[in-house]
């Protein structure tokens, strides 16, 4: 029997520990986060590792909700000693559940702690953790974790006045477009402010778009993305969505719809311009408890996986732009009962492969089903790897997580005599690393 949190977690054979110890210190690129990088930019500390775990982490928040935990101690006015105790109490709780994971490595790797936490040592671990994490700041954990790259996600609105280098890390910008798929007149004139461009035609849209574009690029960006639930079934051409955009406060969804294919498409063909890599999230329904989403706002804990992604609609969509002239695409789906689908159209259309396992499937069974989704049905070896997605600075741990199951996956090749230790070492770092490094040009 293996110890508690040991150092072989999910580490089933030798050849996954000799996989894993050759990619366990590689460097981090966190190509798609939601950090806050004014935290970074100031070199914030924390108060209390009730504020570090719970202020922002809806995937805590949704787990203390199952639990039937008062909303007081999640979004509410508790303080965070309070909400701290009450997470500890359901730790337990959430067998099998990835916070599990998370929360035990972030203890341990974060805080030196390695015991389960839970109702009767949760005082003693949050005084314990607290008195540690007087001498962690936001610059410690980066630094302890080998960050070199994080991409946050950002509005094409935003100043990106604070990114830049911290230490070794480069903070660099995201370009998410996704508010301007509204067309709705108070986000269009406040994109007409900061770009300078009256914006009245769709030719007005696009120039204002392309400059703030432009602007990204100039402050380093590397990689767009898009969050939808699902592809357009039909794009308008340019003169309909002409006359779509002059109409649109009295547009019904189909040709709203029609307007947004016509945009993402324009969009695509800039990134292509610009060298960007595009990502596309995918088959999520948002803000789905309208009593709480007026009471707790957005990325609260109330967003849902939706159905399955129509793999024609994706197929279409890929279809309309020239292998030669498209970005490298990146798909990430919520819904991953077609996984397979998706996985074998990106082998049909060039720069187009599958992302990491996003949002709710990067549980442990989520994760290996990704990785052998992609192995059977495309190609693992030019995987771009691991991400955050979080709001977490702690969440660099999921960094480990997914190293030590790729570890083991491709261990288990090796044991089973049908691949080289070798080979799977150097595959497994490119997974982890290189790939995206090579892709994002750092």
């Known amino acids: 029997m293996k110890g508690f949190f040991d150092n072989n977690l999910f580490l089933e054979s030798c050849s996954a520990k000799e996989i894993y110890d050759a990619v366990k210190s590689l460097p981090i690129i966190d190509y798609h986060c939601h950090l806050d990088v004014g935290k970074i930019a100031m070199g914030a500390g924390f108060e209390d590792v009730g504020q570090l775990w719970l202020a922002e982490d809806h995937y805590k928040w949704r ?4 639990c039937g935990v008062d909303e007081k101690y999640i979004t509410g006015d508790g303080n965070f000693h309070d909400k701290f105790i009450e997470y500890g109490k359901i730790l337990p709780k959430l067998v099998g559940n990835p916070l599990y994971y998370w929360t035990q490595l972030e203890l341990k790797m974060i805080f030196g702690i390695n015991e389960a936490l839970n109702e009767s040592n949760a005082e003693r671990i949050y005084q314990e953790a607290n008195k540690r994490l007087a001498d962690i700041s936001v610059p410690d954990i980066l630094k302890q974790f080998n960050v070199e790259y994080i991409a946050s996600t950002d509005d094409p609105t935003d100043s990106l006045s604070l990114h830049g280098k911290y230490g070794n890390t480069r903070v660099a910008p995201t370009f998410r477009p996704d508010k301007i798929f509204n067309f709705d007149d108070e986000y269009i004139n406040i994109l007409a402010d900061v770009s300078g461009i009256k914006i009245e035609t769709l030719d007005d849209l696009q120039v204002a778009l ?4 432009d602007f990204f690029v100039s402050k380093g960006c590397r990689i767009s993305d898009h969050g939808f639930a699902a592809f357009p079934k039909e794009y308008a051409d340019y003169e309909e969505a002409k006359r779509l955009f002059q109409k649109r406060k009295r547009l019904t969804q189909e040709q709203k719809d029609k307007l947004f294919g016509y945009v993402l498409l324009w969009l695509t063909g800039k990134y292509y311009e610009r060298d960007m890599i595009m990502q596309i999230h995918f088959a999520v329904v948002r803000n789905n408890n309208p009593q709480m ?3 707790c706002g957005a ?3 109330f967003d849902l996986i939706g159905k399955e ?3 024609n609609d994706l197929i279409s969509f890929l279809a309309k732009t020239p292998d030669n002239k498209r970005p490298q695409t990146v ?4 819904n991953d009962n077609n996984l397979s689908a998706i996985v074998c159209a990106t082998g049909a259309f060039r720069n187009v492969k599958a992302g990491a396992a996003w949002w709710f499937n990067d549980t442990v069974r989520g994760i290996y089903k990704n990785l052998e989704t992609i192995a059977e049905y495309g190609v693992l070896g030019t995987n771009f790897g691991m991400l955050t997605d979080s ?4 969440s660099y741990v999921r960094f480990d997580f997914f190293r030590r199951l790729l570890s083991n996956y491709m261990g288990r090749l090796v044991e089973n005599g049908e691949y080289d230790i070798d080979i799977a070492k150097s595959i497994s770092q490119d997974i982890c690393y290189y790939n995206i490094k090579g892709a994002l040009k750092i």
């Open 63 to 66: 787990a203390m909700r199952l």
């Open 210 to 213: 392309e400059r703030r574009l």
């Open 293 to 295: 989403f007026e009471k």
């Open 299 to 301: 990325d609260s804990g």
């Open 309 to 311: 992604q129509d793999v």
């Open 331 to 334: 798909l990430y789906t919520l």
């Open 391 to 394: 709001r977490s600075f702690s």
